[in-house]
């Protein structure tokens, strides 16, 4: 009577090992795909703590691979060149970013801005269709508003002045 416990026996000895090479490279690339992940922020704030006014203690250029330790809600903990923080998910991607000029990938690669606001729906070709049924609003208003840069430490300071809370929310 056969066993099919010892299966293994009937197989040659190169095939195994091939088949076993094999299948460690698949789970290992696996591994690799699911714990990097890239900046899609210009400027990628890292954070001592998984919360949005947690200490800054750095930040990654739009594009750099980061290595995803683990994740907490929104948050994950990332690790760069021995360094260890915390990134919000709006700020990373899956996705390989492409960034090099010059080749026919650059006219396809978005900008960190143009990224950003496509995850919040607002692209260039929405923008382009707003402006055209709403042609008194002043867009250059809004695009001020943008480049208003406010410090973690002032954020801070109007929530405890204000008796405000940031709770759970997906607001960044």
Do not use: C
């Amino acid at each position: 009577m056969l066993r099919f416990s010892r299966w293994y026996h009937f197989v040659p000895k190169r095939r195994r090992a091939l088949f076993l090479t094999l299948l460690l490279l698949a789970v290992a690339g696996i591994a690799y795909a699911a714990a990097t992940m890239n900046v899609i922020s210009e400027n990628g704030v890292v954070r001592a703590t998984p919360d949005s006014l947690g200490k800054a203690i750095g930040t990654i250029k739009y594009g750099t691979p980061v290595s995803v330790v683990s994740q907490n809600g929104d948050w994950y903990q990332v690790s760069i060149s021995n360094t260890s923080g915390w990134m919000h998910k709006s700020t990373l991607t899956a996705k390989q970013v492409l960034m090099k000029s010059g080749t026919s990938d650059a006219q396809t690669a978005a900008s960190s801005g143009e990224n950003q606001n496509a995850a919040f729906g607002f692209t260039k070709e929405v923008e382009g269709q707003y402006k055209q049924k709403n042609p008194n609003l002043r867009f250059d208003q809004v695009n001020r508003m943008e480049q208003y840069k406010i410090d973690d430490e002032t954020k801070r300071e109007f929530l405890n002045n204000g008796n405000l809370s940031l709770g759970k929310g997906g607001a960044q």
